[in-house]
């Protein structure tokens, strides 16, 4: 598992300074200015760490690490397919499928938007207060989406998987529909499911 050692922080801030991204070359290696979240190793070794900027939380960003190379991966998923590859993936489960579509949609997406994949309505936190619907509104949202949104799942199709994921982005919610190869490639589509939903997000 990656630490956040000094060695870890610059091999990490000197890749993101070759790419010519010295604003978040220069987060890494400044603990007061973001936090190193510990690494998460995905199917196949590649490792995620997770950078917390504040007091500014979208400057926020993930780095993906496969042995001493560097790949950004916030608002890149061709960097997310690349690691993939380069950790030599083979995706031989539908479970290492499901792992390698979620955080494919958790590192790739920009970090000034609410984001998470649900596993079911009772995931989604409501608003509430005196901007906040009714709550018969609410329990008429609630008994509508339990019939729509389901946990991660994935289906063997040639040549990889067929992953579904339902997601909160903002206010909207998302379902994906996420094609992984056997080697790690991935190809996405996205379908609004539903829109304005009445979270904090949008009070």
Request: glycine letters at 8%; hydrophobic letters at 40%; proline letters at 8%.
């Given at each position: 598992?990656?630490?956040?050692?000094?060695?870890?922080?610059?091999?990490?801030?000197?890749?993101?300074?070759?790419?010519?991204?010295?604003?978040?070359?220069?987060?890494?290696?400044?603990?007061?200015?973001?936090?190193?979240?510990?690494?998460?190793?995905?199917?196949?070794?590649?490792?995620?760490?997770?950078?917390?900027?504040?007091?500014?939380?979208?400057?926020?960003?993930?780095?993906?690490?496969?042995?001493?190379?560097?790949?950004?991966?916030?608002?890149?998923?061709?960097?997310?397919?690349?690691?993939?590859?380069?950790?030599?993936?083979?995706?031989?489960?539908p479970t290492d499928a499901v792992a390698v579509a979620h955080w494919f949609v958790e590192t790739t997406r920009a970090m000034n938007v609410f984001s998470g994949?649900?596993?079911?309505?009772?995931?989604?936190?409501?608003?509430?207060?005196?901007?906040?619907?009714?709550?018969?509104?609410?329990?008429?949202?609630?008994?509508?989406?339990?019939?729509?949104?389901?946990?991660?799942?994935?289906?063997?199709?040639?040549?990889?998987?067929?992953?579904?994921?339902?997601?909160?982005?903002?206010s909207t919610l998302q379902r994906r529909t996420i094609t992984v190869t056997d080697d790690g490639g991935i190809q996405e589509r996205v379908d609004e499911v539903?829109?304005?939903?009445?979270?904090?997000?949008?009070?």
């Amino acid at each position: 598992m990656i630490t956040g050692d000094r060695e870890t922080r610059e091999l990490i801030s000197n890749a993101l300074a070759a790419e010519d991204r010295p604003d978040k070359a220069f987060l890494v290696t400044n603990p007061a200015s973001a936090i190193m979240r510990p690494s998460s190793v995905l199917p196949g070794g590649a490792e995620v760490v997770r950078f917390d900027s504040f007091p500014h939380p979208g400057a926020s960003f993930y780095v993906g690490v496969v042995g001493g190379k560097v790949f950004y991966l916030t608002e890149s998923p061709d960097a997310f397919t690349e690691m993939m590859r380069a950790a030599g993936l083979r995706v031989a489960s539908p479970t290492d499928a499901v792992a390698v579509a979620h955080w494919f949609v958790e590192t790739t997406r920009a970090m000034n938007v609410f984001s998470g994949v649900l596993r079911s309505v009772d995931d989604i936190q409501w608003a509430s207060g005196p901007l906040a619907p009714p709550p018969e509104q609410i329990g008429a949202l609630v008994h509508r989406l339990r019939g729509v949104i389901a946990p991660p799942g994935a289906e063997p199709r040639q040549g990889g998987h067929l992953v579904t994921l339902y997601v909160l982005r903002g206010s909207t919610l998302q379902r994906r529909t996420i094609t992984v190869t056997d080697d790690g490639g991935i190809q996405e589509r996205v379908d609004e499911v539903a829109k304005d939903l009445p979270v904090p997000i949008s009070m």
